[in-house]
């Protein structure tokens, strides 16, 4: 079939499906709480296709793998739990699902890539109900197993490098490099529409950002990035009616606006394919948040980060000149004179956006370093030579730097934070340089 008949045939069934939606009996939306005697839909199934691109955001060594993106095949069955209103947050967001789903991707080169089965959480926030559809914004994580993730022996053995077009000089043609272990966490986020066809039956259409990155777990961790669409059907098995549901009470509690929290996290991480070892790692967190109404918070933060991944990488020869050392690893990216604590030691502020849902909230934030000694001692082959010199690169707090080579003035954090009592909350956070995961951390704290 060409790809035109395939186009055809998406246009005709898009068609059928809304006009099937226009002249269909339809549901009421189903969570307006207004004891008319109208129905509740408890919970649903979902089945989907997934049909998507691979970004190949490393040249070289996503593209040889997935020329031109892909493309990746799949699908996933989900549950969803449909929110009633006798809580608080569930009106905060309009009334959104809570959902469990599995998915399996084909990542375009089963040789090398394999598939990606992936169990993962969302929420799915309806932006705009109608009788006819509403329109979701959803978001979510689980965890991902590649069943071709690297075969680290064998890419070690072998003495081409990772750079080029060439599979006669490229080894990331024959080994994956963008996953490099059978575990990865998978982040996901993307807008949907549920087209309510009749009673019990929704067809659904939707567009995803998936990623999967082991968190430097292991190496190598390349980590994918996947653009897709996805067409479903949604079955509603129970009807109940709304009247009989639990009443909404009224809130009269007062919210909550100032927060303070105190958070301790571990984690560790491997710092390179042709490495065995792992690294400590290990942050304090105490940040002070705003909450501007119930679904958001804002908060500024002092960091405390410890990464014993920053060993000794460089020694001094007998004529006073610096030169390698690999005795710890094989990454040449920061010039280690010492293996001493104030080298893997540094200290940062941060600007943090949370979004509140219930006692569970997910965060992004940006922080600049206050003291970072690792600024000095990258990229490797500058420091070196600055040393060999008697002299420091002396960086100030800002300064233009390569993404691919050096860590940067800036980093970044992405958290989940939940509140398990009234003073105890735990969280799992990836710090990160831009898009490269420095460490998974994983915590426990107070808040007040």
Sequence with gaps: MTKREWVNRIILLVTVCVIGVKISPLRSAPVEMTGDGSDFVPYSIKMEFNGGYIYPHDVNIVKPVAPNGGPSLGGQVAFEWHTDGHKQWHRDFNYPTIGVALQVIDLHNPKVLG???????????????????????????????????????????????????????????????????????????????DFHVCKQFDITLGVDYNHFSSGSLYQPNSGLNIFDGKIGLKYHPVMRDKSKVKPLKADTTKMKRWYGEVIASGGAKILYYKDTKYYGCASLNIGGYYRTCRQHRIGIGLDMFYNGAFTTTAVQGADGKWKSYDGNTHFGKT????????????????????????????????????????????????????????????????????????????????????YITKHLLAQIAFKTHLQKVEFVEFGIGTWF
């Design 335 to 418: 010039f280690t004179t010492e293996d001493k604590f104030l080298n893997k030691f540094r200290v940062g502020i941060n600007i943090t956006n949370e979004i509140t849902i219930g006692n569970f909230l997910i965060g992004f934030g940006m922080g600049i370093y206050l003291y970072d000694p690792v600024k000095n001692m990258e990229p490797y082959k500058d420091a070196m030579a600055a040393a060999n010199e008697g002299k420091s690169l002396n960086r100030g707090l800002f300064y233009s730097y390569n993404p691919d080579s050096q860590d940067g003035w800036n980093y970044f954090r992405l958290s989940c934070k939940y």
């Design 115 to 193: 598939q990606m089965i992936a169990p993962y959480a969302y929420i799915n926030i309806p932006m705009i109900r109608h009788r006819i559809a509403d329109f979701n914004f959803m978001f979510g994580g689980g965890f991902g197993f590649c069943t071709k993730p690297c075969d680290r022996d064998g890419a070690v053995a072998d003495n081409r490098g990772l750079k080029g077009d060439d599979p006669a000089k490229n080894k990331a043609f024959d080994y994956n490099f963008a996953i490099g272990g059978p575990f990865t966490f998978n982040l996901q986020a993307g807008l949907n529409v």
